[in-house]
């Protein structure tokens, strides 16, 4: 998963694939999402081949980045998909993925969401309480239809990630404790509307290292033998996602190959089908969000550098005190000439900022960065804060490129609201 591979500086300028980054600003403006359709489609093969041994159903994320192009890319790789609400259905359906594929995750599933998926027949529901198990076999029996579970284990493993996307610790809303899902496991082995199909569990995101991981897994295996023994034999286990990427330079992503190994070593003998869920491992690094210079501030102890985009647009940084390498579309010719700089953004908040005291090539107004590895819970977490449009997003295979989603315009964001005459008539 080598980002330098897609994003080089040639001739001077920074291009994505080979195409400079720099025709499409000057075609579509900034801010600017784009991504590498080689970047994505080599992280998709590694995972798929890295694990080829256990030939695991590799259900993409969609929470990480949900624009259609890239999801229909991915389902036409032959990938899954992992989805958290009706609206991620909808997504993924329209972006080609097959419903035996997909997998429902989410703690807060609600009715409508619910029935969608039954009706649907979406391949397994990955549930998280004693409520929601209940709601499902009651919505079940009214559409006369079976639904297939997996049950969500909180297996208690601390993944060591920031503790804003940790989940698989007892203290996370997510997920069941082992006493719990015993008893869940027999009434919907003694239920006709329910299959028991798996088991589900999920630690975290941006995890580093394999032992998160092998020591959850070590206690689902050591309980699927108590439920064998109380009669029932799961297929499918899913580890679910979280695999680490290199955001900073020298800091090394997760060892996927070892991490397959190791799985491998453990759960070869037992039977089981695997289910992964990445989201960020395949499009963290495939994408880069493009803004431009408006303003170098110095105040004296601060050099500001402010950008055209913002937390809106990239919340990561802001959120989770996130890290991203940023990069100039000039090619800096002295690469001694430093300074330390915050590089922030046009909101109305002193938490909008991409970085703190970072040391950078000298900028000038005018100029154009790149935000590198933000192909991940970047677009999909932005909003229209200060009534900001959204940026449009571009797909760049070798030298060719396509906008698959316009900038958001003045008018989309008022669409749907309404001003009701009868409050303002005399």
């Known amino acids: 998963m080598n980002r330098s591979k897609y994003f080089t500086y040639q001739r001077g300028e920074l291009f994505c694939e080979s195409t400079p980054i720099s025709e499409v600003v000057q075609k579509l403006g900034t801010p600017l999402y784009l991504y590498s359709y080689h970047s994505l489609i080599n992280n998709y093969r590694k995972v798929k081949n890295a694990f080829a041994k256990l030939s695991p159903l590799i259900c993409y994320a969609l929470k990480a980045n949900g624009n259609l192009t890239i999801s229909r890319l991915l389902a036409r790789e032959g990938a899954g998909c992992d989805i958290v609400s009706g609206g991620e259905l909808y997504k993924a359906l329209r972006a080609g993925f097959s419903p035996q594929r997909i997998v429902f995750a989410g703690p807060g599933k609600n009715e409508k969401e619910i029935e969608y998926a039954l009706k649907e027949n979406i391949f397994i529901f990955n549930v998280e309480s004693a409520s929601e198990l209940k709601l499902i076999k009651q919505i079940a029996q009214r559409m006369s239809c079976t639904a297939r579970i997996s049950l969500r284990i909180n297996p208690d493993v601390d993944a060591e990630t920031h503790h804003y996307i940790t989940t698989g610790k007892k203290e996370n809303k997510f997920g069941l404790g082992f006493d719990e899902a015993e008893k869940l496991y027999l009434n919907i082995k003694d239920s006709s509307l329910l299959e028991p199909a798996g088991i589900h569990l999920h630690l975290g995101s941006q995890i580093s290292s394999p032992e998160p991981y092998l020591g959850a897994l070590e206690k689902i295996l050591d309980f699927l033998e108590l439920l064998k023994d109380k009669g029932l034999n799961l297929k499918y286990i899913d580890v679910g996602g979280g695999f680490g990427i290199s955001y900073k330079e020298g800091k090394l992503p997760l060892n996927i190959k070892e991490l397959a190994e190791k799985i491998h070593s453990l759960i070869k003998n037992s039977g089981m089908k695997l289910i992964l869920e ?149």
């Open 278 to 426: 990445p989201g960020r491992f395949l499009v963290g690094p495939a994408g880069s969000l493009i803004t431009e210079v408006l303003y170098k501030k110095n105040r004296g102890e601060k050099i500001f550098i402010i950008t055209d985009a913002g937390m809106n647009d990239l919340i990561r940084p802001s959120l989770y005190g996130a890290f991203h390498q940023i990069k100039k579309l000039k090619e800096p010719y002295n690469k001694d000439s430093l300074e330390v700089v915050d590089v922030v953004g046009p909101i109305c908040e002193s938490g909008d900022f991409f970085a703190k005291d970072r040391k950078l090539p000298f900028i000038k107004e005018g100029e154009y960065l790149a935000i590198m590895d933000a192909g991940a819970y970047g677009f999909s977490m932005s909003s229209s804060y200060n009534a900001q449009p959204r940026p449009s997003e571009v797909l760049i295979k070798d030298d060719r490129w396509w906008i698959i989603r316009e900038r958001e315009t003045y008018p989309d964001l008022i669409r749907g609201e309404h001003i009701p005459d009868e409050l303002f008539s005399s």
